[in-house]
């Protein structure tokens, strides 16, 4: 069984279609990046896949359960770390992720067994007793990754994890983020070419809400003659399909 | 059950390490206890008696509730908080829930120090200040409602504006702590009557003077202000919720 599969999966807004027709597959333990620039479609399909907006029409299954008739299963199956901060700022990096734990039904000790082992992983131990509000930008990014995965998602939505990050936060969330590969499947949105070419297995570029091209990194190059993802993605945006 | 207690712990742990949350919910209708109590010890006329002021700056007090939950909705909406929660298996009754009752002990614990203030400057001791307790709750109502409303449809900004200097000022004039809004008379003492919080500080003050039961008109006015209130939040909550 794949991770996703949508099938005509559609987004109107009135006479808008921000998403049309998409169809997609993400195979199980994929680093899946789906690139485009802005008003691409790329925030509607997070949207839509991570049932926080109903599809106009269309269906998409996430581990065959489908986001149109089964939500509440598909919630259980899934975590999102949106782009802004999505912690609780005078809540403690610890309390923030025992809530998390808690919302998905972890006991109270459980939860604190979670928080625990979730902050050794992101190196947050030395912050676990600090107001989340406080801590940097990078620091925040990493905890609102590790609030997403104590809830053991078997699907991830990444929505610009590293946007605003420095080079050396940016290179360590990296690290955290390819740990994951093969554990579980992840959505990556990015607009880093190089972010997307560093992580992800394939990647998909959209376009006027439709998917334009799926393949790896190296496939998109060649598809396109470029030398680099950049390149690619540019040239594809010069035919006006992007 | 259990995820709107862990979710009203949140609420309710972000108000109170505020510390504004501390100096305008405790601190500041305690200064303006003193401060009137002051001039009405210089002055020959009854303007601010304290079993009058005590009531009334209780009420205000609680104005302040719908500034802090408001300004707490409005900045989960801004940081995407709310998103992230979205995704989880909660039901939007879970949110509401946890975003109304912790302000409800917020609101007796409110109450309760300024009616021991009063008492310390000398707001002789009955026991109808239980009373007085009592008939905090359905008047905390209207404020607590008004917090979600608010937070539903406004940014923090807006929020700091409408609930910060608004609302405070709303129910500060046209609840009659601070003069008799029957001396004024015409469309000021209509739109005080309209609405809840003249209603509200004249139940506190009728509590505290044991006469209560022939007053609970006002009573029913607070009630149907605070059901009608409860209704439009929960609709603003649920269309902002969809909206995301």
Same mark, same amino acid.
């Given at each position: 069984?794949?991770?996703?599969?949508?099938?005509?999966?559609?987004?109107?807004?009135?006479?808008?279609?921000?998403?049309?027709?998409?169809? *997609?597959?993400?195979?199980?333990?994929?680093?899946?990046?789906?690139?485009?620039?802005?008003?691409?479609?790329?925030?509607?399909?997070?949207?839509?896949?991570?049932?926080?907006?109903?599809?106009?029409?269309?269906?998409?299954?996430? *581990?065959?359960?489908?986001?149109?008739?089964?939500?509440?299963?598909?919630?259980?199956?899934?975590?999102?770390?949106?782009?802004?901060?999505?912690?609780?700022?005078?809540?403690?990096?610890?309390?923030?992720?025992?809530?998390?734990?808690?919302?998905?039904?972890?006991?109270?000790?459980?939860?604190?067994?979670?928080?625990?082992?979730?902050?050794?992983?992101?190196?947050?131990?030395?912050?676990?007793?600090?107001?989340?509000?406080?801590?940097?930008?990078?620091?925040?990014?990493?905890?609102?990754?590790?609030?997403?995965?104590?809830?053991?998602?078997?699907?991830?939505?990444?929505?610009?994890?590293?946007?605003? *990050?420095?080079?050396?936060?940016?290179?360590?969330?990296?690290?955290?983020?390819?740990? *994951?590969?093969?554990?579980?499947?992840?959505?990556?949105?990015?607009?880093?070419?190089?972010?997307?070419?560093?992580?992800?297995?394939?990647?998909?570029?959209?376009?006027?809400?439709?998917?334009?091209?799926?393949?790896?990194?190296?496939?998109?190059?060649?598809?396109?003659?470029?030398?680099?993802?950049?390149?690619?993605?540019?040239?594809?945006?010069?035919?006006?399909?992007? | 059950?259990?995820?709107?207690?862990?979710?009203?712990?949140?609420?309710?742990?972000?108000?109170?390490?505020?510390? #504004?949350?501390?100096?305008?919910?405790?601190?500041?209708?305690?200064?303006?206890?003193?401060?009137?109590?002051?001039?009405?010890?210089?002055?020959?006329?009854?303007?601010?008696?304290?079993?009058? #002021?005590?009531?009334?700056?209780?009420?205000?007090?609680?104005?302040?509730? $719908?500034?802090? $939950?408001?300004? #707490?909705?409005?900045?989960?909406?801004?940081?995407?908080?709310?998103?992230?929660?979205?995704?989880?298996?909660?039901?939007?009754?879970?949110?509401?829930?946890?975003?109304?009752?912790?302000?409800?002990?917020?609101?007796?614990?409110? $109450?309760?120090?300024?009616?021991?203030?009063?008492?310390?400057?000398?707001?002789?001791?009955?026991?109808?200040?239980?009373?007085?307790?009592?008939?905090?709750?359905?008047?905390?109502?209207?404020?607590?409602?008004?917090?979600?409303?608010?937070?539903?449809?406004?940014?923090?900004?807006?929020?700091?504006?409408?609930?910060?200097?608004?609302?405070?000022?709303?129910?500060?004039?046209?609840?009659?702590?601070?003069?008799?809004?029957?001396?004024?008379?015409?469309?000021?003492?209509?739109?005080?009557?309209?609405?809840?919080?003249? /209603?509200?500080?004249?139940?506190? !003050?009728?509590?505290?003077?044991?006469?209560?039961?022939? /007053?609970?008109?006002?009573?029913?006015?607070?009630?149907?202000?605070?059901?009608?209130?409860?209704?439009?939040?929960?609709?603003?909550?649920?269309?902002?919720? !969809?909206?995301?």
């Amino acid at each position: 069984m794949n991770a996703i599969e949508t099938h005509g999966l559609t987004k109107r807004y009135g006479a808008l279609t921000a998403v049309d027709g998409l169809e *997609l597959t993400v195979r199980r333990g994929e680093l899946f990046a789906l690139l485009g620039v802005n008003g691409a479609g790329k925030t509607t399909t997070i949207k839509m896949l991570s049932c926080l907006t109903r599809p106009s029409a269309g269906e998409a299954l996430l *581990l065959g359960k489908s986001v149109v008739r089964e939500p509440e299963d598909v919630k259980r199956l899934i975590a999102v770390s949106p782009q802004e901060t999505a912690v609780a700022p005078k809540l403690t990096v610890r309390e923030n992720l025992e809530l998390m734990a808690g919302i998905h039904g972890a006991g109270r000790s459980a939860a604190r067994e979670k928080a625990r082992e979730l902050a050794a992983r992101f190196s947050l131990e030395e912050q676990m007793d600090r107001q989340a509000g406080k801590l940097s930008g990078g620091w925040q990014r990493r905890l609102s990754i590790a609030m997403a995965l104590i809830l053991e998602p078997k699907i991830l939505f990444l929505d610009e994890p590293t946007l605003g *990050l420095d080079v050396l936060a940016r290179a360590e969330l990296w690290e955290q983020i390819r740990a *994951l590969k093969g554990e579980i499947t992840v959505i990556l949105t990015t607009h880093y070419m190089e972010e997307a070419e560093a992580l992800s297995d394939r990647i998909g570029v959209m376009g006027r809400g439709r998917l334009l091209r799926v393949g790896s990194a190296a496939e998109l190059e060649a598809e396109t003659g470029a030398d680099s993802l950049e390149a690619a993605f540019i040239a594809l945006a010069k035919e006006g399909k992007v | 059950m259990r995820q709107t207690a862990l979710l009203s712990r949140r609420t309710a742990k972000e108000i109170l390490r505020d510390p #504004l949350t501390l100096f305008f919910g405790l601190g500041f209708p305690l200064i303006l206890l003193a401060l009137l109590t002051a001039i009405q010890a210089n002055i020959p006329e009854k303007l601010f008696v304290l079993d009058q #002021l005590a009531p009334g700056i209780s009420v205000f007090g609680l104005s302040f509730l $719908s500034l802090f $939950s408001a300004l #707490l909705l409005s900045k989960d909406r801004g940081s995407a908080l709310l998103l992230r929660l979205y995704t989880t298996p909660l039901r939007p009754v879970h949110y509401i829930l946890s975003y109304m009752l912790p302000l409800l002990p917020m609101a007796l614990l409110q $109450s309760l120090v300024c009616y021991g203030f009063a008492l310390i400057l000398g707001l002789p001791w009955s026991w109808n200040l239980l009373l007085c307790l009592a008939v905090t709750i359905p008047v905390s109502w209207i404020f607590i409602a008004l917090g979600l409303l608010f937070g539903s449809l406004l940014n923090e900004k807006q929020v700091g504006g409408v609930c910060g200097a608004l609302l405070t000022n709303l129910t500060g004039w046209l609840s009659g702590i601070w003069f008799d809004v029957n001396l004024v008379g015409g469309a000021f003492l209509t739109a005080a009557k309209l609405l809840p919080f003249y /209603h509200g500080v004249a139940l506190a !003050r009728a509590a505290y003077a044991g006469t209560l039961t022939e /007053h609970l008109d006002h009573l029913w006015v607070v009630l149907a202000w605070g059901a009608a209130l409860t209704a439009a939040a929960m609709w603003a909550f649920l269309r902002q919720m !969809r909206k995301n």
